[in-house]
């Protein structure tokens, strides 16, 4: 393999971790909102979020989005690999910060009013499988297979 083949998959791999990071940051970011916000509504019981700690709990949030995020960028790494098909990353932010937001307003409020912590953590989960699941939808075929298949070749060859 060539210098430069090597240097654009290292390129491709980093930007995919960047960008999982990145979206990682904003949920972590996010669910701290949502979590405040629950708090708030439910006139500030002594759970989750102590008086005073939101811009730590905001912090590690963040963090823990990171490190979530970086494994994220490795799955959409390996999706965007094996299907050798690009996936729009303005549109999967979007979708999932838009579908996030649902979820953790829905569960914080939930986990908040019952004072059940594992509420809390399932919307973590539930936020992480359906990004992923955002991600294989998002699938775009290359333009060379778009163009053999809109041209009506088979089996999609250019």
């Known amino acids: 393999m060539s210098e430069s083949k090597k240097r654009k998959k290292l390129s491709i791999a980093a930007?995919?971790?960047?960008?999982?990071?990145?979206?990682?940051?904003?949920?972590g970011i996010l669910s701290s909102i949502c979590s405040s916000v629950s708090l708030?509504?439910?006139?500030?019981?002594?759970?989750?979020?102590r008086p005073g700690w939101e811009n730590t709990h905001a912090i590690f949030m963040?963090?823990?989005?990171?490190?979530?995020?970086?494994?994220?960028?490795?799955?959409?790494l390996s999706i965007q690999n094996n299907?050798?098909?690009r996936i729009s990353i303005a549109?999967?932010?979007?979708?999932?910060?838009?579908?996030?937001?649902?979820?953790?307003?829905a569960l914080d409020y939930i986990s908040i009013s019952s004072q059940n912590l594992n509420i809390h953590m399932l919307g973590h989960a539930v936020v992480f499988v359906v990004a992923i699941a955002n991600a294989l939808m998002l699938v775009k075929m290359?333009?060379?297979?778009?163009?053999?298949?809109?041209k009506g070749r088979p089996g999609g060859r250019p």
Do not use: H, M, N, W
């Open 40 to 49: 708030k509504v439910l006139g500030r019981p002594d759970f989750l979020i």
């Open 15 to 27: 930007s995919s971790i960047f960008e999982g990071c990145f979206l990682g940051f904003c949920l």
């Open 91 to 105: 549109t999967l932010f979007i979708i999932t910060l838009l579908e996030a937001s649902v979820f953790y307003v």
């Open 83 to 85: 299907s050798r098909c």
């Open 142 to 150: 290359p333009k060379k297979t778009e163009q053999a298949i809109s």
């Open 62 to 76: 963040a963090f823990g989005g990171i490190v979530a995020g970086a494994l994220y960028g490795a799955v959409l």
